[in-house]
Every structure is written in structure tokens, then in C-alpha cells.
């Protein structure tokens, strides 16, 4: 294959031109590159290197303006709007910077298609006055201060242009138009021959200077296209050649080079079809390991990313094999890890709340760049603090406190910026050089690091000059978006061979190059073309009738890159995402669609889906060793509750991890009071509100006389419970008020079946049972049972045993038919082990004397009342014997010894359930 460059050159060799005379312009920095290293190549003579220039330096070099960035145009064009704008229609740079972007983008294509701006702002003028009903006397204030603005268009145009120009500087359109104005002093004044090539699309500007310096005989211009594009006429990657060929008159009598015959040559072109971006990377290192096989340098293949968001998955999936490759774009700065440390920042600082809420004091704490920087790891210890003590909210002082030796380090990051720019930037240098300082103790380690920060420190003084210069950004709103836009064009440069090895390029960056094998990901419709994106104040009608850029010029553009990539390769991978996406969608893109029906190449097309592997889950399995039987000793010695033993039947993995190992759940911070804080803070108000009553027969009178303690005694336990956590506003308002409605009804149940005649007698309250002895004679040890009853008491001669729960409980979940379920099933049998075995340690330990009631008191469901354990003899019995007798315990001791024997069994494993 010989590329488009090689043949341009061999071209100029052929006419024995002197190269040291040339001046090469080309559409991209990056085709020049090409460009010489081709030259060096061919031409077998040492000369003077001649010129060779993007067609943005050219133009900057005809207008004497220098390009200025985006955000230093917002700040110039601001100044401009202040002097024209009365004070009191002002808006905010921070509100004036989100339409400016757009107007700026208008003026720049007004500018680069030397468009009349007079006549065009009028023309703007005249329809939104048809629009508004201008005529009308009583206009709304709104509608006069819009009619206002586009008024003052060709003001905005000519004050700025003007400033613009005195400090010799301007937008990419305003360069294109004092080019366009200097180009006959320019024509004058030069003997040096230009050579334009590899141009497609040619805005009025280019086009008049391109067409001035040919008929002069200072220039020529070598095309890259295909006879089938040209002579297609609906084609839209012959668009703008057509265009120029048919209308540029020096093509009257000259030759339009080249229109080549190169697409048609046979090629190997797949089309694959794969799942979301990541699939696409993932194929993309398969497709590139297969080539490295047969061509282990890659030197002669590109991969062109449709979406360069794609670039770092691309990376990690490029092969070990590929040794050799070089990355035409930049790393997004706004991708590194200290960007999220500057995004935290931010948004805790943008908030203007005082105190902070949890999450983003943690998320700042964590940071892999701060949490070093605390002394002697404090910074885990303030997150287990947090933690620890709901603190859902939090000071500067608060945290100060917490983090002990590292106040200096707190201020600087929690400090009040008082919504001030200045106290905000500086307050980001001196964490900037902190953070220096600190990796700089282990240098060759954080070079990475390092450069971060140095960039980061570019990019915060690049701010602090506009804002010195401008003195535009006021509060800290303003700030962070200035440092959203000039994050969001920022990139770390790749080392790399440019010219040898595996390329990796955008669209824009493979213009005029040529490869054998090209590799295209992300060609779906809103990438490749972009479709309709119409971010312009000025109408599609209006962009017609002045012969501005549409959606359709603009997706000819990317068809011509598209073809242009195809038209030497012998080997195309094309990919798309097959998954719709909710924003961009996922339909493939027009240009797969045109390649299979013209029918010009035989086209491989595959949907690709990824392996994978048929993992079953593998339940976990924990042998019981001689280790683990001798913690389960030590724990049957301390003593088996009824809780720990339904953990084991639940899961005995949760019994083993939790009792055996220790490992608890992580503790976080409670910002909604959880089920067992509601639990915990009912159970023992409940406590302190009988206890003075342990021993009597209660009455009515008696329990309403606590009915004015509950909100006193339900506040101090959640405050002991809940530690420093917020209980006056939100969700936990409403837990708060259902922990005082659950404790007032259960008196007002109370209170009613006192009414009724019942006569009720407080034996025990929150009663401990400890050290009760089972012996079971295939266990040559003594296994000790403990547990806490929530109340014992006496209704109507019979002893009740009462577990509190603050779930919903109801009858058929405190219920046995069939006794060997009861180890069975959790969900359905728990509450009636825990019940039978408070009862069963009482009678062991000669609290109690059979027969006796055992049952729930469910808050959810207290309708019901006292829920009695039953034992059925079937689904449908009706029995309502809820008398807990000696033959009742026996079966149920059988149960428990055959848990406890199961709990010691060394060959039967601690094996996980699939709950």
C-alpha cells in the first residue's frame, strides 16, 4: 500500500521541485509528523527542511491574532457585556457563561463563512420580533429584556471584536476573517509555494484563501478521494469535493488531483456487533492479539476510538504482546484520581452548610491523597468515630476534635471559604503543596503523583491569572465552573514513538494518514455521524439561507474521515455497541448500513458476545477442626442464647463467622434509625416504666401514670442509643414518633384488659438466666444455656413468659405441628424456639412452675395481643390450649439436644444456606 503522503511526494519529486521552498499546510499537527518522516525517507539529499504547518498556524500566522482559549473568551466577552449592559439587567458571569458559550460558537461560524454580521443579527432581530408580537404596547418585562438582547447581537459582535483585536488575539472565526482580509498582503508579499493537502471540508474563508494563492500560482492542492465517491452523487463522502471541483473556477483549466480508484481494491472487512464500551475494548485486545500473531510490531495499524472515553479500557486491553504503540490523545485530566479529591472539595464547599453532612466529610478523609497526610493514621480513626457516634452532621470543630494532632490540616480543608474565589484558590495551593510535600519523600515512587499535582497546579494558576486579569469570578459557584470548563479540555500527554509500533487516534487525529489495518469502535448513530446536535442560537432556516454548516454538513464530514479510513486498508474492523443506551441509544450507525447495501465489498458481519463462565456458586464449607470444636467449648461454656442458636439455623455460616470468628457487621453511620435502635430504645423504655412495679398487681391507675413519662424516657434512650444522631427532622422524626405511638399503644392495650377484669402481676422485667446446665450423654461436657426474658408476669393465676418484638409477628409464626420442624425452617419456627427455650432455662433454673404461658407481644400487630405458643396437631386444628406443660419441654428438650449434638458434629461441616 502507498499511502496518500507517498504519493504526494513522489508527485512533487517528479516535478523537481525545491522542497526547501514549500511551505506544506495540512489539516492536522499530526499528519505532518507523517508528512516528514516520509520526506526523510524519499528524498535521498540533505536540504533544508521546508515548512510544514497545520491550517490553524497558517491562519493565525495570516491574521497576526493569536487563538485564545475558550474560557479567556468568556472572561473578554464578559468585560464587554458589563460596559454595554446597564447594571441593573446584569446578569452573573456565572448565568451569562452558560448562553455566552453558545453565542461564541455562532460568532465563530458567522466569522469562519465571512458572513455579513450585520445582516445576519438583523435578520436574527426581525424574527424574534415576528415572534414575540413585538408590536404590542404592553410587552412583559421578560419578553422585552429577550427582545433587548437580540438587539444588542451586533453591538456584543463589534465591542468584542474590536477588544479583541487591539490585544492582538481572538476566537478560531475571527482568525479566519482577518486571514481572509490580510491574504492579499499576504499573496504580495510572499515567493513561497504552498502545498494544501488532504482537505475535504473548507469553510468560506479557507476556500477564498486556498482559491486567491492558486491563482496566483503560490500554491497547489492535491485531494484525497475515490472515483466511487465522486461520481456518486448522493454520496456524502464526495460532498464538499464535488463541491469544490464543480464550483472552484481554477479547476476550469486544471487538473483536480486525485480522484484515485483505490476503495474499490478487495478488502477484509468485519463488522462485529458487541455489548456496551467495555465489550468493544475487550474485543478490540482479542482482534489485536489475533493480528500480533502473523505481525508482532503493528506497525502498520490504527486504532481509531468513535469515543475517546474509550481509550483507557482500550489500553488495559491492549495485549502484552504489543510492544510498541504510540496514543495521539491525551489522558482526560478530569479521569485522575485527584480530580474526584478537587470534586469532593468542591461540592462540600458549594453547599455553603455549616455543619457538613458525614458523606462528604468521609469522602474527602478516605481520599488516597488526604488520608496520608494524617498523623499517625488518624484518619481512620475519625471515619470509625463518625461511624460510631451517628455523626450525620459535623462541624469544623467537631471535626478538629476528632482528629486530635491534625487541626492545621482540618482547617485547610473544612474551613469556611465564606462563598470567596480568592480564600478558595488559595486554600487549593497550599493543599496542592502539602500534598507535594509529602510525596516528595518518596520521589521515584510518586512521580506519577507528582505530575498530577503539577498540572493541577497549572490549572488552578491559569484561574487565579483570569481572575486577577478579569476580576470576574465572585463566589464559589462561579470558580468551580470556570474549573469544570478548563478541566474538561485538559489532558496528560503520552511518551511514545510517534511513528512506529500500534497507533491509537481519535477520528480527527487519523486525517491524511493511511494504514493497512484500522480497527473503528464505537460506530453507532449520535458518534459516527454525531446526528442532530443543534447548540446555536441562529435557526436552521437561517443557517440555509446564509449558507452556514448544518447537522447534515457535518455528518458528511465524519463520512468522509469514515470512508478516508477505508479507502487504502486491506484489513477494516468495524465494532458497535449493540445495547441501546438511554441517552445516545445504541442503533449501529447509517455508515455500517450503507457499507453492506452498496454492495461494493463482501461484508463479514458478526454480533460478538462475551464468555461467560457458568459459575455455580459455590456454597461456602468450613470443616469443624479441632480448633473449631474447641472455640464452640468456650462458647457452650459461656453459654448458648436462644438467638445464637436460630443464627445457626438460619445459617451456620453466619453462626461460625459471627460467634466463632467475631466478625461483625461494618459499622456505619445510622442516618435512618435502624430496626434494632427502634427495638433496643421500646424494649427498654418499656423497662424503666415497669420496674418500680417488679412484685405488684399493676393497675389502671398505674399504668396511665406513665403514660406522661414516654417522651421523656423515649428521647433519653435514643440519645444513649442513637449517640449524636439528628432525631428532630426527616425519617427519623418519624421513627422517633413511632417508637412513642408503639409504647402508648402497648399501655392503652394494657389498660384495656385491666378494664376487662384481668388482673395482672409484674414477676420479672429484662430477667437474665445464666449458667443453666444441659448435659447431653454423647457430649462428654456440661453445655452451659443463658439468655434475657423481656417480662415475666402473672394474668389471671397463670405465669406468662413475653418476648417483645417490634417486627410484625402472628400467630401462625409462634405455632408447632410437627416438632422436627422446628430446626428447619427460620422464618416460620424461631420465635417458638426462642420462647420454649426461655421457658425451659426458667423451669431449669426454679424460676418458674409448669404450666405456664410463653408467647410475643408483636408492636406491629398488637391488636392481637399477647400471641400464646401453640402446639397443633395439624394446619387445621383449632386448639386453644396455650398451657406450656412438662410434656411440651421434653419434646422440645429432644430438639435442642439434637441442635447442640448437630452445632459439635465434626462431620457434618458448617455448610452455608442460599437464603
Same mark, same amino acid.
Given at each position: 500500500?502507498?499511502?496518500? %503522503? ?147 447581537? *451586533? ?15 481572538? =476566537? ?27 482537505? *475535504? ?50 479547476? #476550469? ?9 483505490? =476503495? ?22 482479542? %482482534? ?5 500473531? #502473523? ?16 481509550? /483507557? ?55 488516597? =491523597? ?86 493541577? #497546579? ?115 474492523? %468495524? ?281 410475643? %407481644? ?25 398451657? /406450656? ?31
Amino acid at each position: 500500500m502507498t499511502s496518500f %503522503i507517498q504519493d504526494v511526494i513522489d508527485d512533487l519529486v517528479t516535478k523537481e521541485v525545491n522542497f526547501s521552498e514549500l511551505v506544506f499546510i495540512l489539516p492536522s499537527r499530526r499528519a505532518g509528523v507523517f508528512l516528514r518522516r516520509t520526506l526523510s525517507l524519499t528524498l535521498n539529499q540533505t536540504i533544508f527542511a521546508p515548512k510544514i504547518i497545520s491550517i490553524e498556524s497558517f491562519v493565525e500566522e495570516l491574521s497576526d491574532l493569536k487563538t485564545t482559549t475558550n474560557t479567556e473568551l468568556l472572561f473578554e466577552f464578559y468585560n464587554v457585556y458589563i460596559i454595554l449592559t446597564p447594571e441593573k439587567e446584569r446578569e452573573s458571569f456565572d448565568t451569562f457563561s452558560k448562553w455566552a458559550q453558545i453565542i461564541l460558537q455562532d460568532f465563530n461560524e458567522i466569522d469562519r463563512y465571512l458572513i455579513p454580521q450585520k445582516k445576519i443579527f438583523d435578520y436574527l432581530k426581525a424574527i424574534k420580533n415576528l415572534e414575540h408580537w413585538s408590536l404590542q404596547e404592553d410587552q412583559t418585562e421578560l419578553v422585552s429584556s429577550y427582545l433587548k438582547f437580540w438587539n444588542k447581537l *451586533n453591538d456584543y459582535y463589534n465591542a468584542f471584536t474590536t477588544s479583541l483585536i487591539s490585544k492582538n488575539k481572538g =476566537y478560531q472565526g475571527l482568525l479566519y476573517r482577518e486571514a481572509f482580509n490580510n491574504s492579499n498582503a499576504y499573496i504580495s508579499n510572499t515567493d513561497k509555494h504552498h502545498v494544501f493537502l488532504g482537505f *475535504n471540508a473548507l469553510n468560506e474563508a479557507e476556500e477564498k484563501i486556498i482559491q486567491q494563492l492558486l491563482h496566483n500560482k503560490l500554491a497547489t492542492i492535491y485531494w484525497d478521494t475515490d472515483k466511487q465517491f465522486m461520481n456518486n452523487k448522493i454520496h456524502d463522502a464526495g460532498l464538499f469535493l464535488r463541491q469544490h471541483k464543480n464550483k472552484w473556477s481554477y479547476f #476550469n483549466d486544471h487538473d483536480f488531483n486525485w480522484i484515485n480508484d483505490h =476503495y474499490s481494491s478487495k478488502k477484509n472487512i468485519n463488522i462485529f456487533g458487541v455489548p456496551k464500551n467495555i465489550g468493544q475494548a475487550k474485543a478490540i485486545g482479542t %482482534i489485536l492479539q489475533d493480528l500480533s500473531k #502473523n505481525d508482532a510490531s503493528l506497525k502498520n495499524t490504527a486504532v481509531v476510538l468513535g469515543d475517546e472515553n474509550l481509550l /483507557i479500557p482500550v489500553l488495559n486491553s491492549v495485549p502484552e504482546s504489543v510492544s510498541t504503540l504510540n496514543i495521539t490523545m491525551g489522558f482526560p485530566l478530569k479521569t485522575i484520581p485527584l480530580a474526584s479529591l478537587f470534586e469532593h472539595i468542591f461540592t462540600l464547599h458549594k453547599k455553603h452548610a455549616n455543619p457538613f453532612y458525614y458523606k462528604d466529610v468521609i469522602s474527602i478523609i478516605s481520599h488516597q =491523597y488526604i488520608q496520608p497526610l494524617f498523623k499517625n493514621d488518624n484518619a481512620i480513626n475519625v471515619i470509625e468515630l463518625i461511624n460510631k457516634n451517628n455523626l450525620v452532621y459535623l462541624t469544623e470543630a467537631q471535626i478538629s476534635a476528632l482528629a486530635q494532632d491534625n487541626k492545621a490540616l482540618v482547617s485547610l480543608l473544612f474551613s469556611n471559604w465564606n462563598n470567596d474565589a480568592k480564600t478558595a484558590l488559595n486554600n487549593c495551593f497550599k493543599l496542592i503543596n502539602i500534598i507535594k510535600e509529602h510525596l516528595t519523600e518518596n520521589k521515584d515512587k510518586n512521580q506519577l503523583g507528582l505530575e498530577y499535582l503539577f498540572r493541577f #497546579n497549572i490549572l488552578f494558576n491559569e484561574i487565579l491569572r483570569l481572575n486577577e486579569n478579569y476580576n470576574h469570578i465572585k463566589d464559589i459557584k462561579g470558580l468551580y465552573n470556570i474549573y469544570k470548563e478548563l478541566l474538561s479540555s485538559e489532558t496528560l500527554d503520552f511518551q511514545g514513538e510517534p511513528l512506529q509500533g500500534l497507533q491509537i487516534m481519535g477520528m480527527l487525529e487519523s486525517r491524511v494518514l493511511d494504514f493497512e489495518t484500522i480497527i473503528i469502535s464505537n460506530v453507532n448513530e449520535g458518534i459516527l455521524p454525531s446526528g442532530k446536535t443543534n447548540n446555536s442560537f441562529i435557526p436552521f432556516d437561517v443557517k440555509l439561507e446564509n449558507k452556514l454548516p448544518t447537522y447534515k454538513e457535518k455528518d458528511a464530514v465524519y463520512t468522509y474521515h469514515f470512508y478516508h479510513l477505508l479507502q487504502r486498508a486491506k484489513n477494516v474492523y %468495524i465494532l458497535y455497541n449493540t445495547e441501546i443506551d438511554t441517552l445516545i441509544g445504541g442503533e449501529k450507525s447509517r455508515f455500517i448500513n450503507q457499507l453492506e447495501l452498496e454492495g461494493t465489498h463482501q461484508v463479514t458481519h458478526k454480533i460478538l458476545t462475551p464468555k461467560v463462565p457458568n459459575h455455580n456458586k459455590q456454597l461456602i464449607t468450613v470443616s469443624k477442626t479441632e480448633s473449631v470444636i474447641s472455640q464452640i467449648k468456650n462458647i457452650a461454656n459461656r453459654g448458648f442464647s436462644p438467638s445464637s442458636l436460630t443464627s445457626y439455623v438460619r445459617n451456620p455460616i453466619d453462626f461460625y463467622y459471627q460467634k466463632l470468628l467475631g466478625i461483625s457487621n461494618l459499622e456505619e453511620v445510622e442516618e435512618t434509625i435502624a430496626a434494632n435502635t427502634l427495638g433496643t430504645v421500646v424494649h427498654n423504655t418499656l423497662e424503666s416504666l415497669y420496674t418500680p412495679f417488679i412484685g405488684q398487681t399493676i393497675t389502671v391507675d398505674n399504668v396511665k401514670s406513665l403514660i406522661p413519662k414516654i417522651d421523656t424516657l423515649i428521647t433519653s434512650f435514643f440519645k444513649e442509643e442513637y449517640k449524636e444522631g439528628d432525631m428532630t427532622k426527616g425519617k427519623n422524626l418519624i421513627v422517633f414518633e413511632i417508637a412513642k405511638r408503639y409504647v402508648l399503644n402497648f399501655l392503652n392495650l394494657e389498660i384495656e384488659a385491666l378494664k376487662k377484669g384481668d388482673s395482672i402481676k409484674i414477676i420479672a422485667l429484662e430477667a437474665k438466666v445464666e449458667n443453666v446446665k444441659l448435659n447431653i450423654d454423647t457430649l462428654p461436657f456440661t453445655i452451659q444455656l443463658r439468655g434475657t426474658v423481656d417480662r415475666i408476669d402473672h394474668c389471671n393465676g397463670v405465669v406468662r413468659i413475653i418476648d417483645y418484638k417490634t417486627g410484625k409477628v402472628d400467630q401462625s409464626k409462634v405455632s408447632v405441628i410437627n416438632w422436627d420442624d422446628l430446626l428447619t425452617d427460620y422464618n416460620k419456627y424461631s420465635k417458638s424456639f426462642q420462647v420454649l427455650m426461655y421457658v425451659y432455662m426458667l423451669l431449669k433454673d426454679k424460676k418458674i412452675n409448669l404450666p405456664v404461658e410463653a408467647g410475643i %407481644i408483636s408492636f406491629k400487630n398488637l391488636s392481637a395481643g399477647f400471641i400464646p405458643f401453640i402446639k397443633k396437631e395439624s394446619s387445621h386444628d383449632r386448639n386453644k390450649d396455650t398451657l /406450656i406443660t412438662q410434656d411440651t419441654l421434653n419434646e422440645f428438650e429432644i430438639q435442642l439436644k439434637n441442635l447442640i449434638i448437630e452445632i459439635f458434629n465434626t462431620d457434618q461441616d458448617f455448610i452455608e444456606k442460599e437464603l
